[in-house]
């Protein structure tokens, strides 16, 4: 199959991307600027990770997409939650977290915009870094919301296109031990919020990472890397 990867450099999206690259060929990567804090560190990873898988790449702007505002990723007066490690699973905190940095349709922007590379590019796959962690609080990252956007395809789109998801039943930590055992490079991935010179560690993208990397045993090993 020849695919395209929705590639954002954080560990998801680079995993499911190396992933998917051991049984199709990627013809494209899309990285997607809009407005969000992190979008030129993102833009960075997602670059060094395309060279490595042999792909081109692509950047799409969609400046009216973070200027809709409402969310903590692209409006820079507002705060991104910080949360202990102790409140990342509790359904109650989570779902005040999500909708502080809740982008409109965000990712089904992405799957369509994906969908219409296909068809200009002869493919049949998007490949999406979904995880089952988020999916617990951000239904756009569900099994329910590939197979809608899988069938909504068929009617928008001139040819079958299929929406490869190989992260999306795996926690954070399954996901980085999976890029290990693949020898996926995570020592490029960019997964926080924030687009400083390093990772702050205190928003949930970070948090999560780290405690991914603690459980696999990877989170000595990465620092060295990087």
Same mark, same amino acid.
């Given at each position: ?11 998801? +999206? ?21 407005? *969000?804090?992190?979008? !030129? ?6 670059? *060094? ?16 997409? #973070? ?23 509790? %359904? ?11 982008? %409109? &349709?965000? &990712? ?30 951000? %239904?756009? &990252?569900? %099994? ?11 009617? +928008?789109? #001139? ?6 998801? !190989? ?11 999976? #890029? ?36 696999? #045993? ?5 620092? *060295?890397?990087?």
């Amino acid at each position: 199959m020849r695919a395209i990867t929705l590639l954002s450099g954080g560990l998801d +999206s680079v995993v499911a991307t190396w992933a998917a690259h051991q049984e199709h060929e990627i013809a494209l990567a899309l990285t997607f600027d809009y407005g *969000q804090r992190a979008a !030129p560190r993102e833009y960075q990873a997602a670059t *060094q990770v395309s060279d490595q898988v042999g792909c081109a790449h692509k950047l799409i702007e969609l400046p009216w997409l #973070g200027q809709l505002g409402g969310n903590a990723l692209t409006t820079r007066q507002a705060q991104i939650p910080a949360p202990s490690e102790d409140e990342l699973d509790d %359904p109650e905190t989570a779902a005040e977290r999500a909708r502080a940095v809740w982008v %409109p &349709n965000r &990712n089904g922007i992405f799957l369509n915009i994906a969908a219409a590379y296909c068809e200009a590019l002869d493919c049949t796959g998007i490949v999406c870094g979904f995880n089952a962690e988020e999916a617990a609080t951000f %239904p756009d &990252n569900s %099994p329910e919301f590939v197979q809608a956007a899988e069938k909504f395809f068929t009617y +928008s789109t #001139g040819r079958r296109v299929e929406v490869l998801a !190989p992260t999306a039943d795996l926690t954070k930590t399954q996901i980085a031990q999976l #890029g290990q055992q693949l020898g996926a490079p995570l020592h490029l991935i960019w997964s926080c919020y924030e687009g400083g010179q390093h990772h702050c560690w205190q928003c949930e993208s970070c948090q999560r990472l780290r405690r991914a990397l603690v459980a696999s #045993g990877l989170w000595e090993t990465w620092h *060295q890397q990087r």
